[in-house]
Nanobody
Framework: EVQLQASGGGLVQTGGSLRISCVAS????????IGWFRQAPGKKREGVSC????????YYADSVKGRFTISSDNAENTVYLQMNSLKPEDTAVYYC???????????????WGQGTQVTVSS
């Protein structure tokens, strides 16, 4: 059974940093994509970043380019999202998801973890 466990959210001030993690388990193959999505109250879930475990390629939404960095520790089956220069508009529940295609679209992902709350105070 595939499981994704997100953790590391919290409260941080504007301009601060936070690193969230996603531990994946239950996969029978290695070449999958992990994506990070976020959903703010009253808004649609949006793609933030994704990484391919196969070749390490990464993608970012324009809103986070230059501030967020996604990385993967394949030995630990863990994907990290390092978030720097955080802004109040980054406040949301962050979800990790697994799929097979490097797209920042919710429909491209088959498995979802529970969310972790990130709150950026102004």
């Amino acid at each position: 059974e595939v499981q994704l466990q997100a953790s590391g959210g919290g409260l941080v001030q504007t301009g601060g940093s936070l690193r969230i993690s996603c531990v994946a388990s239950g996969f029978t193959y290695d070449d999958y994509v992990i994506g990070w999505f976020r959903q703010a109250p009253g808004k649609k879930r949006e793609g933030v970043s994704c990484i391919s475990r196969g070749d390490g390629s990464t993608y970012y939404a324009d809103s986070v380019k230059g501030r967020f960095t996604i990385s993967s520790d394949n030995a630990e089956n863990t994907v990290y999202l390092q978030m720097n220069s955080l802004k109040p508009e980054d406040t949301a529940v962050y979800y990790c998801a697994a799929g097979e295609v490097e797209l920042l679209l919710t429909d491209a992902y088959d498995y979802w973890g529970q969310g972790t709350q990130v709150t950026v105070s102004s």
